[in-house]
């Protein structure tokens, strides 16, 4: 989901109509209706959603996506979210305003730039979405 100028209110449309949700007005009513989707999900069809978030997000959304993931004092992890961006993002997630978010990173990775020499191979799936990388003959598979 790439939110570059989007605010929370925006994130919130863009991740209802990706779960088929209706895109309520009010942000309250729209972070209600995701929440009990992915709680309806985990539960009823054992599915745990996984939100892909692309960079350049503004403070206040960083902070929601934090709200989004605490379910039930964090007895249960029903939503995966995934951060994905460049040496940017990293450094403002390791901001103090952001650290309740950056407690719940469970994994980081980084990779590193390509040089000229380093091409990149991507395995793509019939649905086109990237799911092995491999440089240099290191590999990653996303799962």
Not at 114 to 138: H, I, Q, W
Request: charged letters at 25%.
């Amino acid at each position: 989901m790439p939110l570059s100028t989007g605010n929370v209110t925006d994130m919130y449309k863009s991740i209802a109509w990706e779960l088929g949700l209706p895109t309520e007005r009010s942000r309250a009513a729209l972070y209600r209706v995701i929440r009990a989707e992915v709680t309806r999900l985990c539960l009823e069809t054992k599915v745990r959603p996984v939100l892909v978030v692309d960079e350049h997000l503004r403070s206040e959304v960083l902070e929601d996506l934090r709200l989004l993931t605490n379910y039930e004092m964090d007895s249960q992890n029903r939503l995966c979210l995934i951060l994905v961006g460049q040496a940017e993002l990293r450094r403002r997630i390791a901001m103090a305003v952001h650290e309740p978010l950056s407690q719940r990173v469970v994994v980081r990775h980084h990779i590193g730039g390509l040089t000229r020499d380093e091409p990149l191979s991507a395995n793509v799936s019939e649905t086109t979405t990237p799911t092995e990388f491999s440089v240099e003959g290191r590999a990653w598979t996303l799962r």
